[in-house]
């Protein structure tokens, strides 16, 4: 099958590779998309010790089971597979599983033709929904799992808070999508390239601002604040523009250097949450929320052929897309 391969730092290589090999318990899916991760680029920058090259990358993924039982039904892949019987995934927190794995990390992912899957992490597609924004129910899933977190810990339902939402990523858009589905208005979304951020303020409503060029006075200012890069610099302006008694929820991983006040989070008692992934049932409410239409139309979702993966990772490595996501599609469908 030809595959898109990670083989060293900021190289991806559009290549041939063996096809999948199933165990017993899994079925193989014909890729039909791919989204980019921030995690992927990660990898790409050589920043991530877990994806070690050469490596196929990709988790965001919807196509055609053309294995098993279920062969010919369209599916989502929930790429994060777990034991389902340790205490984590016994009450609920399947995602903390001590024998998680995620496929594009130490497994193969789905930049490919074909990609293999244990057959309990499948969720029906519907047929109203395409499989290019079907793919995004993995970062939307992320988006749903962080929310909820942020409105069990807050004082006040979702609708009523003041956000501020720090970076114009894929997950960045996704809250600030959520958000206003929920009823939430007052919105505030950081981001430092400006087309990304012209994009996003044309998709999501939200008010948008570039923390390096403008100038504008948000400290003690936000009952919530979700930090959706996770690098020093965004935890510092997090941990600034969160109120006394607030919560600050940090998605990112992009680094874990500095920015994190403890005496404010002390002297304050501000909320900090961490979020890891998503359980099942956010990514089968993540389907839904994407097939009703609570996060628009979408359109801000480029397409590119697999084959040109490669210019696609360079070209967001160098902000030179508009774009908050980039889906991969087989080139039979471009």
């Known amino acids: 099958m030809k595959a898109l391969v990670y083989t060293n730092t900021n190289e991806i290589v559009y290549r041939d590779e063996p096809n999948p090999v199933l165990n017993p318990d899994e079925v193989l899916i014909k890729v039909e998309a791919t989204g980019i991760c921030g995690s992927d680029m990660h990898a790409y920058h050589g920043r991530d010790p877990r994806r070690v090259p050469p490596l196929?990358?990709?988790?965001?993924?919807?196509?055609?089971?053309?294995?098993?039982?279920q062969k010919g039904s369209r599916a989502v892949i929930n790429p994060l597979i777990t034991c389902c019987t340790c205490y984590y995934c016994d009450t609920g927190f399947s995602n903390l599983c001590d024998q998680r794995e995620l496929i594009g990390m130490r497994l193969a992912g789905a930049y490919a033709e074909y990609v293999?899957?244990?057959?309990?992490?499948l969720v029906a597609l519907p047929e109203t929904l395409s499989?290019?924004?079907?793919?995004?129910?993995?970062?939307?899933?992320?988006?749903?799992?962080?929310?909820?977190?942020?409105?069990?810990?807050?004082?006040?339902?979702?609708?009523?808070?003041?956000?501020?939402?720090?970076?114009?990523?894929?997950?960045?858009m996704l809250v600030g999508l959520?958000?206003?589905?929920?009823?939430?208005?007052?919105?505030?979304?950081?981001?430092?390239?400006?087309?990304?951020?012209?994009?996003?303020a044309k998709h999501t409503?939200?008010?948008?601002?570039?923390?390096?060029?403008?100038?504008?006075?948000?400290?003690?200012?936000?009952?919530?604040?979700?930090?959706?890069?996770?690098?020093?610099?965004?935890?510092?302006?997090?941990?600034?523009?969160?109120?006394?008694?607030?919560t600050l929820v940090h998605i990112g991983l992009m680094d874990s250097q500095n920015g994190l006040d403890i005496r404010k989070l002390t002297l304050f008692e501000v909320t900090l949450i961490g979020v890891y992934c998503y359980t099942a049932a956010d990514v089968r409410a993540a389907v839904k929320a994407l097939d009703a239409g609570l996060l628009g139309d979408l359109s801000w979702v480029e397409t590119r052929p697999l084959s040109q993966g490669a210019q696609a990772f360079s070209d967001l490595d160098k902000g030179l897309s508009a774009s908050a996501k980039i889906v991969l599609v087989p080139d039979s469908q471009t």
């Open 56 to 69: 196929i990358l990709g988790h965001e993924v919807a196509g055609t089971i053309i294995s098993g039982s």
């Open 116 to 121: 293999k899957i244990p057959s309990r992490n």
């Open 178 to 200: 959520l958000l206003r589905g929920y009823g939430c208005f007052d919105i505030l979304l950081a981001e430092t390239n400006d087309l990304r951020g012209k994009s996003a």
């Open 131 to 172: 499989s290019v924004h079907a793919s995004l129910a993995e970062p939307t899933a992320t988006a749903i799992h962080a929310l909820n977190l942020a409105r069990i810990k807050s004082f006040r339902p979702l609708a009523e808070l003041k956000v501020m939402v720090v970076g114009g990523g894929a997950i960045g």
């Open 205 to 246: 409503g939200c008010q948008v601002f570039n923390p390096i060029t403008d100038s504008a006075d948000q400290e003690d200012s936000f009952d919530l604040v979700i930090d959706c890069v996770g690098g020093g610099k965004t935890r510092e302006l997090a941990m600034s523009a969160v109120k006394p008694g607030g």
